[in-house]
């Protein structure tokens, strides 16, 4: 499917850019997508790092594998093919949990590092499992409590209201990660996706009868240890328990003078003031979720045993392996996105769409910004920026725009990214799940922002 999405775009780019004498733009268009996609791979290399350090300490501590069992029976429904106690459960439990609270530089860390984990289970290495493409499309539709970034342009434009954005995202990310599940799931049964009885076959269950074999042989094995890490064996002794409930008193306290100030005697910021209990609730675990982290897993860690110095370096090495297989997949698909921006393609687009969503009701100026966002988060961005400055900010079109944003992803950009990391070239039905997901936020968006807001 990507093969053809990325031929397609390569080939319309230079055949729009000619016939509108656009050729300049597509190839400067060609050189920025280059230029960009490695100025992003060699951004996320300190946070690769620190995050997949921080794994590194979460797992060998025994952290990951009970999240894992916490959430088990709702994983074991979406993930069947996924062992209920193997490592992934516990890195893509995290990597939803980022996403929802909008912390973006954990996010996508984890969501790799997950991928990683998928791919130890993968019979084909090159061919996206159905566990990796329902990873994938819950990602390009995660739901979303505080869409920060559009709150903050509509903040930073004069709203009156910027926080109202909250419910309607909210809604219009459960209708696209639904649909996101659903699609995922009847793709994967269709002959042209689907994958045969002999190939569903997981490397794991392989792995485990070899080792089977060489233990009866006699023959010591430790290569599965590194598919399933141990637990160490140190228990919580009763001083690691308070120090880690000290901790956890700490981090709620602070949670709770954020929420309520008043209770501390101190004032509350006019801003903070005019938000709900459930906007400052949702601000402060953004806030407070990263320091939590940074603090408990190595905290965690210690008590359970772990030398957290030592294995947070091993996981931090792992960072700089995974940001060089990202590059090139990534320069191949940015490469193709600028040369179809810089052709025009999105405005032959939006032209050629306008006769269709007009009779519907669809705001012609959402319909550039639909068509950019699974494409580019930054172009997106500058798009709503634009709507926003020409319309207001209090206007039912900036908040719909907003809207659009806070609860649709850059597909092509995150299959990328997450693909890439482990060398994916077939990705199977995961984008055509993940751009369903897209057109679904889009027109709940439209729908909800016209119900609730109209």
Not at 131 to 140: G, P
Not at 391 to 408: E, H, K, R
Request: hydrophobic letters at 55%; aromatic letters at 6%.
């Amino acid at each position: 499917m990507l093969n053809y999405i990325w031929l397609a775009l390569v080939l319309l780019a230079v055949a729009i850019g000619g016939w509108n004498d656009r050729l300049k733009d597509v190839t400067a268009g060609a050189f920025d997508g280059a230029k960009t996609a490695v100025t992003i791979a060699l951004g996320l290399i300190g946070i690769m790092a620190l995050w997949l350090g921080l794994m590194r300490l979460a797992e060998r501590a025994g952290l990951v594998q009970r999240i894992a069992r916490g959430l088990r029976p709702i994983m074991r429904r979406l993930f069947p093919d996924v062992p209920p106690d193997h490592p992934a459960m516990g890195s893509m439990v995290m990597n939803m949990s980022a996403n929802m609270l909008g912390l973006g530089n954990a996010a996508t860390p984890l969501g790799l590092r997950a991928m990683r984990d998928l791919e130890t289970l993968n019979p084909r290495p090159s061919v996206a499992t159905n566990a990796m493409c329902t990873f994938l499309a819950i990602n390009t539709s995660s739901v979303q409590l505080i869409p920060a970034t559009a709150i903050a342009i509509l903040a930073a434009s004069g709203s009156t209201r910027p926080t109202a954005i909250v419910g309607t995202a909210l809604l219009a990310t459960l209708c696209a990660a639904s649909v996101a599940i659903i699609s995922v799931k009847l793709l994967e049964k269709l002959p042209m996706f689907r994958i045969s009885p002999s190939d569903q076959r997981t490397k794991v269950e392989e792995d485990l009868e070899k080792a089977e074999v060489k233990e009866e042989a006699g023959i010591i094995d430790p290569g599965y240890s590194s598919v399933v890490p141990q637990e160490p064996a140190r228990r919580l002794s009763v001083l690691g328990s308070i120090a880690l409930a000290v901790l956890t008193v700490l981090f709620l306290v602070l949670f709770v003078r954020m929420v309520a100030p008043n209770l501390f005697g101190l004032a509350m910021a006019p801003d903070t003031a005019a938000q709900n209990v459930f906007v400052r609730s949702v601000n402060a675990l953004s806030i407070l979720a990263i320091p939590f982290l940074l603090s408990f897993f190595p905290l965690y860690a210690a008590v359970r045993g772990v030398k957290v110095y030592e294995e947070f370096v091993e996981g931090a090495k792992e960072g700089f392996g995974v940001i060089l297989k990202i590059i090139p997949f990534l320069v191949t698909m940015l490469v193709a996105i600028g040369m179809f921006k810089g052709a025009g393609g999105i405005d032959l687009l939006s032209r050629a769409l306008s006769p269709i969503l007009s009779p519907l009701d669809f705001p012609p100026d959402l319909l550039p910004l639909a068509l950019m966002r699974p494409l580019s988060g930054s172009a997106t961005l500058a798009l709503l920026t634009d709507i926003v400055h020409r319309l207001g900010p209090d206007n039912i079109v900036s908040l719909t725009a907003a809207t659009i944003y806070g609860s649709t992803e850059t597909t092509f950009y995150v299959a990328a990214v997450y693909f890439g990391a482990v060398g994916i070239k077939q990705t199977r039905h995961a984008i055509p799940a993940g751009l369903l997901a897209d057109l679904t936020g889009v027109i709940a968006s439209v729908i909800i922002c016209r119900t609730v807001l109209g």
